[in-house]
């Protein structure tokens, strides 16, 4: 048994009056927005919203990563994110010497990955979005990362992510649960996916999870796990390591939840010794130190560190630290279960094409 984890939930449980408060405070604003006291902007540039109801880590990095890899070809895109704990504050726009400590490390990754992408972040969506679309133009479509709750803006498209081990069915309000909007808020959804699930989930599960969301006759409900592909070198990315069960590798990493990540290196590796830091943490020298030691601790010929893509765009810039050491990268994207990628894609595809087709074309 995990005391820790126990002495935890025990705790959130004592909050229970403070999650019921902020479960009433949500349900009034969505209450207001509803019945159009609050008012909700259309901008004439699609947008597809990628979110979810709860904190952590439910994959919509990798989720918005796909989204650009099946539109960046037709369509001249932007992504729009609030750029968590960078240092900076405001609308930016990224460029080619932007910093993840400008931007944050997420929509750092995308700028990198997509170059022909513009990528800026701004706190506040409504005042952001008139700025992008200024500053880029001939703008065709806007993919907003983490806008769920932002009701001030109507997306064209919400696609909703839930995590396998943490449905928002099953949850409650923070603090006691995960929960930062109202389970109803899914209605507003046109897509469900359910992320991180086993590869090897039943069609009879598949079908009882379905049931528990409960979702809208119209709304669809998709299934995805996490895919690992080759790990590649932080400053060379054409050297590769395909890992093997001689390997003892040091995982280096500070995301909201990295035991999928783990259990994958259980699975592929000999041994693994992690190093784990809290969410979008900010590397320093001191934290260098620290790794660089552990990793000379290990006693094998067969050794390298391994990092998230999420984690390296906030090391990459220890060129003189880490050029001497195999820090390699371990990129990951969403695969659809049940053979339904197909379907997704077309989802996508076809409400982007509907929207300039109701719009004459324009």
């Known amino acids: 048994m995990n005391l820790n984890n126990l002495f935890l939930k025990s705790f959130r449980v004592l909050l229970l009056p403070f999650a019921i408060v902020y479960g009433w405070i949500v349900a ?13 902007v259309q901008f004439n540039v699609p947008m597809i919203c990628i979110g979810n109801l709860s904190l952590g880590g439910t994959g919509k990095s990798p989720m918005v990563e796909y989204l650009l890899s099946i539109l960046s070809d037709d369509y001249k895109l932007a992504t729009l994110s609030r750029g968590y704990k960078r240092k900076t ?16 490390d ?20 409504i005042e952001a979005i008139p700025q992008l679309i200024q500053d880029v133009p001939d703008l065709q479509l806007i993919i907003l990362d983490d ?16 995590e396998y081990d943490n449905l928002y069915c099953d949850d409650f309000f923070i603090p006691t649960g995960d929960l930062r909007d109202e389970r109803k808020s899914a209605k507003r959804a046109n897509i469900i996916i359910v992320t991180k699930c086993p590869t090897n989930l039943s069609i009879i599960e598949k079908e009882e999870i379905i049931e528990k969301l409960n979702p809208e006759p119209e709304q669809h409900v998709f299934f995805t796990t996490i895919a690992y592909d080759t790990p590649y070198h932080i400053y060379n990315p054409s050297d590769q390591w395909v890992l093997t069960m001689r390997d003892e590798l040091l995982l280096v990493c500070g995301i909201a939840n990295p035991l999928p990540l783990k259990n994958y290196i259980h699975e592929n590796t000999h041994t693994y010794y992690q190093i784990i830091y809290s969410d979008h943490h900010i590397f320093s020298i001191e934290d260098l130190n620290e790794i660089k030691e552990k990793f000379n601790q290990i006693n094998s010929k067969s050794k390298l560190i391994l990092t998230t893509e999420k984690d390296a765009v906030r090391l990459v810039k ?45």
């Open 28 to 40: 009034f604003r969505n209450w207001l927005y509803f019945k159009h006291y609050l008012k909700s």
């Open 89 to 104: 504050e405001g609308y930016a726009l990224a460029n080619q010497f932007t910093s993840a400590l400008e931007i944050g």
């Open 106 to 125: 997420e929509p750092m990754q995308f700028h990198i990955k997509y170059p022909n992408v513009a990528v800026a972040v701004g706190e506040r969506r």
């Open 147 to 162: 806008a769920f709750q932002h009701r001030e803006i109507v997306a064209d498209y919400n696609i909703l992510l839930t």
């Open 318 to 362: 220890y060129t003189e630290e880490l050029n001497d050491i195999p820090l390699y990268v371990l990129p990951i994207k969403p695969q659809f279960l049940f053979g339904e990628q197909g379907k997704f894609d077309a989802l996508v595809i076809n409400n982007v094409a509907q929207f300039y087709k109701n719009n004459n074309g324009n």
